[in-house]
T-cell receptor
Framework: DIQMTQSPLSLSASIGDRVTITCQAS??????LSWFQQKPGKAPKLLIY???RLQSGVPSRFSGSGAGTHFTFTITSLQPEDFATYYC??????????FGGGTKVEIK | EVQLVESGGKLTQPGRSLRLSCEGS????????MYWVRQVPGKGLEWVAG????????GYADAVKGRFTISRDNPKNSLYLQMNSLRPEDSAFYYC???????????????WGQGTLISVSS
C-alpha cells in the first residue's frame, strides 16, 4: 500500500493568513492526488484533484502543487469558513486508495 | 444536483450481518464507478471498496476482504455494501462516494453522501 504522510497534524492560524499543508507519498504517485475539506458533522468535499486542478465551484484561494512524492496544499488568505480538517488522498494505486491522516486548521 | 443517500446503518452485534444501500440521483448513475469510504467518528478516512460502472472491476481494502461485498443495481440507481462477520473495529460512518470520470475507474471522489453510522458492539 502507498502510505500518505500529512503534516502538520494541526495548525492555528488567523483570518487572512497563508496556510500550507504538505503530503508525502511513500512512492511515486505522479500527480494522482486529491485534497478534501471536511467540516464537523459533514462529508468531505473535493477541493483539488490531479494535484493541482481546482474542482468546479471551489474558490481560487485554494491551490495545490507537487508531483512524484511531495505535494503541497495552500490557502492563500484564510477565511472564517476555511476552518476545517483537510485530507490528501492518492489514486495512483486503484487497488488500494489511501488517505493522509488529516490536518486540522484551527483559529488562532 | 448530484445526491447520494445512504441507508441501513444501525447498532448491531459482533458476528452479525448488515446491508448498506445508497441511492444516487441527479446524474447518470450507471456510467460512474462508485465507492464506500468509512470514518470512525473523530478519526481519519479509510477506503473500503470500489466497483466499476459495469461491475466488472471490484476491489476491497484488506481489512474487509472476504467479509464485505460491494454490488450495484444500475436500473435502480443503487449501490450496496453487504457486511458479514462484523467486528467492533468496523464501527464507523460509511460514505457512498461517486467517481468523477464517467466509464473509468479513476479514484477521484467528487461527490459524497451524508454517511450512515454503523455501531458494532455486544
Amino acid at each position: 500500500d502507498i502510505q500518505m504522510t500529512q503534516s502538520p497534524l494541526s495548525l492555528s492560524a488567523s483570518i487572512g493568513d497563508r496556510v500550507t499543508i504538505t503530503c508525502q507519498a511513500s512512492q511515486d504517485i505522479t500527480n494522482y492526488l486529491s485534497w478534501f475539506q471536511q467540516k464537523p458533522g459533514k462529508a468531505p468535499k473535493l477541493l483539488i484533484y490531479d494535484a493541482s486542478r481546482l474542482q468546479s465551484g471551489v474558490p481560487s484561494r485554494f491551490s495545490g502543487s507537487g508531483a512524484g512524492t511531495h505535494f503541497t496544499f495552500t490557502i492563500t488568505s484564510l477565511q472564517p469558513e476555511d476552518f476545517a480538517t483537510y485530507y490528501c488522498q492518492q489514486y495512483a494505486n486503484l487497488r488500494s486508495l489511501t488517505f493522509g491522516g488529516g490536518t486540522k486548521v484551527e483559529i488562532k | 444536483e448530484v445526491q447520494l443517500v445512504e441507508s441501513g446503518g444501525k447498532l448491531t452485534q459482533p458476528g452479525r450481518s448488515l446491508r448498506l444501500s445508497c441511492e444516487g440521483s441527479g446524474f447518470t448513475f450507471g456510467i460512474y464507478a462508485m465507492y464506500w469510504v468509512r470514518q470512525v467518528p473523530g478519526k481519519g478516512l479509510e477506503w473500503v471498496a470500489g466497483i466499476s460502472s459495469n461491475s466488472e472491476n471490484i476491489g476491497y481494502a484488506d481489512a474487509v476482504k472476504g467479509r464485505f461485498t460491494i454490488s450495484r443495481d444500475n436500473p435502480k440507481n443503487s449501490l450496496y455494501l453487504q457486511m458479514n462477520s462484523l467486528r467492533p473495529e468496523d464501527s464507523a460512518f460509511y460514505y457512498c462516494v461517486k467517481d468523477m470520470i464517467p466509464h473509468l475507474v479513476q479514484g477521484i471522489f467528487d461527490h459524497w453522501g451524508q454517511g450512515t453510522l454503523i455501531s458494532v458492539s455486544s
